[in-house]
């Protein structure tokens, strides 16, 4: 019942390129790459301006398109590289340098360096994911969608929305945007968090979920489906099942619910 109160090598991603429209604006580039990343390991995508959407792929190859358009500025000045490293394959967005800013680099999660400066250029990355091979989306400007995803994911935006599933274990985090995320285990072999500053927070989880669960909302509402203990104002207490590591959901200003009947 719910109760109310979220030094590896670059090489360039350049297997098939289609470009389509005058040299600026509407001009779009689509680049492709594709790949075995084994089991357990990660592909990870890092945007600045634009979508980010993986779906469950078919087969065993890792396929992800990059399509690249921009209004003001030219898309072939936004480079798509690959790395491959001994986590998997990680696969930027890499603008062109700032001036007076260090190079931008590509590099594994939080290696590296993004920066732009009045470049309209938008990239969006479709990324098909097999079963097995972890998925990490961050972006910018934008949103990370994933639809039933058949492993373990992370995704994060500054300015934008995640909607995400998978039938394993998902953390992500926004800033100015919502979260809906759902989950299909029972049991949390590490704590999950769930974070935004503006915008609401919704997890699906099993209703025969363990895990103690903190949820934390400075301006807004709370719904949850068990019982909790009110330890402040917007601040409660819970356990699902049998308990276990924690899911946390916090947030600023939004709503937060919690919803562990699917």
Not at 14 to 36: H, Q, R, Y
Not at 194 to 199: L, P
Request: charged share 15%; hydrophobic share 40%.
């Amino acid at each position: 019942m719910k109760r109310k109160l979220r030094t590896p090598a670059a090489v360039l991603l350049a297997l098939a390129v289609v470009s389509c429209g005058d040299a600026f604006g509407p001009d779009t580039v689509d680049t492709e790459w594709s790949g075995v990343v084994a089991l357990g390991e990660t592909i990870e995508i890092k945007g600045i301006n634009g979508d980010i959407i993986a779906t469950s792929a078919s087969g065993n190859s890792v396929i992800v398109t990059a399509s690249k358009e921009g209004d003001n500025s030219d898309p072939s000045e936004v480079q798509i590289e690959v790395i491959t490293h001994s986590g998997g394959v990680t696969i930027c967005a890499v603008y062109p340098d700032v001036p007076g800013e260090l190079p931008n680099e590509c590099a594994p999660r939080a290696g590296g360096r993004m920066n732009t400066r009045d470049n309209d250029v938008e990239v969006t990355f479709w990324v098909s994911v097999p079963t097995g091979v972890d998925f990490v989306g961050s972006t910018v400007n934008g949103s990370v969608i994933g639809t039933d995803l058949e492993s373990e994911a992370i995704a994060y935006t500054v300015n934008g929305d995640i909607l995400i599933s998978s039938s394993q274990l998902v953390t992500a985090g926004t800033v100015n945007g919502s979260i809906d995320a759902r989950i299909g285990v029972t049991d949390l072999h590490y704590d999950l968090g769930y974070t935004a500053v503006n915008g609401d927070i919704t997890v699906h989880v099993p209703a025969t979920l363990n895990a103690d669960v903190y949820l934390h909302t400075i301006n807004g509402s709370i719904t949850a489906d068990m019982s909790f203990t009110v330890v402040s104002p917007g601040d409660i207490r819970g356990v699902l099942g049998n308990g276990g590591n924690t899911l946390a959901m916090s947030t600023v200003n939004g709503n937060l619910e919690l919803d562990s009947g699917s």
